[in-house]
Structure formats: structure tokens, C-alpha cells
């Protein structure tokens, strides 16, 4: 965790937790189930100690739980579960994953889809109103809130 | 942009695209309607230098349209203005920008809404289904495709 004062900006405090690839990439293990450290390994052909080091930021952070567990017959190991907050940054992954597939895409088509487990349908992300219904995407706007920080620059 | 072979994982690929911090930041501020080059130096105190090499692989990535304008008595400037698939990422900035102010909220609560500017009422970023209506996010499953990479490992 840094030390430094937090951002007024919530996208810049968002991305002190989680800002570079290899955070987003183990993070999509996670959400696809991955929980063992040799597991992650294999799938992201990451070096162990990157690896290590990037878990170790993210159970400090609050985004994984690090458990104990043993097989009959071995030693102890560490797993690793989503957290809530952990949990929540499905969204975040969804719409990385979402615009790539836009406007990135890959010629034989995406690889993983997003499922309502419920009704079996794709889902996509989109803003959504108070009714609980989709926004166009044209019809939002970023406004800063009146009476926050005067200075623009000072809201960073 | 890099010359490796793109990942199978639309993550990875938007990641390839926009993943480091001042990136995100500088789309940031594009989103709230900056364009010039010494507004954005100013809002973010960002060095020149990283500056120009940012907004250099974003405009060579597509995400930013450079254009010149010319002051009366003054020199020729550039402008950079998002593209159709600049505009795309508002939904990821507003995702990131959401989790924050769950997760690590500002004491005084958030500087900057996303407001529907027809209907004036606060929205959020979740899940929609192909109804247009809202699905929960703990109903919304990262499904690997079948007949897509069927080694786990491959679809990076």
C-alpha cells in the first residue's frame, strides 16, 4: 500500500489498489476460480516471484484472502480467495474485457463470455438508472460535484 | 503499441492498449472535456515529457485524435480529442471509477457523478441483460467459451 496521500479521485484511488497488468491478470484467475499458487503460475506463465509479490499487495490491499490448506501426505499451502472487494471488481474486469472484445477483437471470437448463471443469457455491462434500467452510454456525463474541491486541479 | 502477438484474452488486449496509471488518468481528464496539452499538464501535474509520451501512444493506439489549432497571434498548438473508441472507455473509467467510491471511499464524499444529462438522475455502472434491465452482479458468471482454447493456459 502506498503511503501518500489518497487521491481525491476515485479512479486514481481504484488504480493505487490495482494498476498494472499483471494485478488485472491474476485477478481474472481469481474470478475464473483459480485459488493455488501453482495454478496461477501455469495459467499466466508468470515468474514465481512476480507472482508472489503481486498476491502478497493484494491480501494486504483487502482484495484476496490468503488460507492454509493440506493435502494428505504433503506440506501446508497457501490459497487464495476473492475478498467482497475482490468480488466487486467483476465489474471492472467485465468492462476491460467488454471493450476489447469491441474494439480489439479476436478474429475466432472471445474466449470467455459473461452468463447470467440464472437465465443462461449474455450479459453486458452498461450504465444503469435509479429504475434499474439501461442508459445509453451518449447520455451519461462525468460531472464534478458542485461544491467538491472549486479547483479542478485539486481534485486529482 | 507492441508488436508481440496479441493475447487470446480481451483483458490482456484492452490492458495492451491503456495500462498504466497516467493513461488512465489523462482519459480521465479527456472524459471531462480537456483537450489541450497545458490543461492537462496543469489538472494532472504530469512532467511534459510523459505527457507527450502518453498522449503520443494514445492517439497511435486510436483512443485520441490529434489536431491543431491556432490561436489569433499565436503559434500553431495540438489538441486531443477522444475517438469513438475513446469514448467506449468511459464505461471502464466509470467502473473504476464506481469500485472507488465503494471501496476506498473519500471522506467527503465522491468529487465527480455520472449523471444521465436527459433525465438528470444519478447512474450506475452493473450488468444488463438482453431485456435492458439490471442483473445482480453475484448472478453474473465468467464463462470460458466452449470449442474456444480448450487448454486453460492458451486463452491469455
Known sequence: MTTRTKPNCSIA???????????????????LGTTRFAEFRTYLRIAPNILANRLAAMVESGLLEKREYQAEGERTRSSYH???????????LAA???WGDVH???????TVVRRDKGSGDLVDVGF????????????VVFEPVAGGPADRSGWR
Do not use: C, Y
Open 13 to 31: 484511488r481504484t488504480l493505487d489498489m490495482v494498476s498494472d497488468r499483471w494485478s488485472f491478470l491474476i485477478l481474472r484467475e481469481a474470478h
Open 82 to 92: 476473492l475478498t467482497a472487494a475482490g468480488e466487486d471488481l467483476k465489474l471492472v
Open 96 to 98: 476491460l474485457q467488454q
Open 104 to 110: 480489439v477483437p479476436r478474429p475466432a471470437g472471445p
Open 128 to 139: 444503469v438508472g435509479p429504475d434499474g434500467s439501461a442508459v445509453p452510454s451518449d447520455d
